[in-house]
C-alpha cells in the first residue's frame, strides 16, 4: 500500500527505509540484501541510497516508497494518489513504474483524481460520484461516457 500522504522515514536513508521492510519479510539478510539492491538498480535509486527520506524531493520520494512497498513481494499494490505532489518528469517514472510492475504479474490498484497521468496507464478504470458507480471501462470508454464527462471530466476535456 502506498498512501497518498508521504509515508518514508523521514531520519532514515533510503537504504534503511527499504532494509526495515526487508526485514519481516526474508528468512535472512542476504536474501534481503538480494532483494534491495535489485530495487535500487530497478528504480534508478542507487546514486541516492545514503540519502535521508527528509531531502528526497517528491519523485525521488515516490520511488523509493514503491521500491518499500515490493520489498514485500506482493502480488496486488494499491497506490492512493501516486501522481500527488511530483513534477511532470516525475509523473512519465511513476507511470513507467507502473508499467513494468503490470509486465511483473504484479496487480496494480490506483485511486487517483489525476485523469489523463492514470488512465493512460490502466487497462480499466471505474469512476465513482457520490458512493455510486458512474462508469467503468477502458481508457476510451472513460473518456467517451457522456456521464463521465457531465460529472467529472467536463463537456472541455481534452486527451
Known sequence: YLPQESSIFKEL???ENLALAGESTFKNSKESE?????????????????????SLSGGERRRVEIARALMKNPKFVLLDEPFAGVDPIAVIDIQKII??????????LITDHNVRETLSVCH??????SGTLLA????????????????YLGENFKV
Open 13 to 15: 536513508s533510503v537504504e
Open 34 to 54: 538480494e532483494k534491495m539492491e535489485s530495487l535500487l538498480d530497478a528504480f534508478n535509486i542507487q546514486a541516492i541510497r545514503e540519502r535521508k527520506g527528509m
Open 136 to 151: 467503468s471501462g477502458n481508457a476510451n470508454e472513460i473518456y467517451e461516457n457522456a456521464l463521465v464527462r457531465k460529472y
Open 124 to 129: 480499466r478504470a471505474y469512476v465513482i460520484k
Open 99 to 108: 508499467e513494468s510492475l503490470i509486465g511483473l504479474n504484479i496487480g496494480v
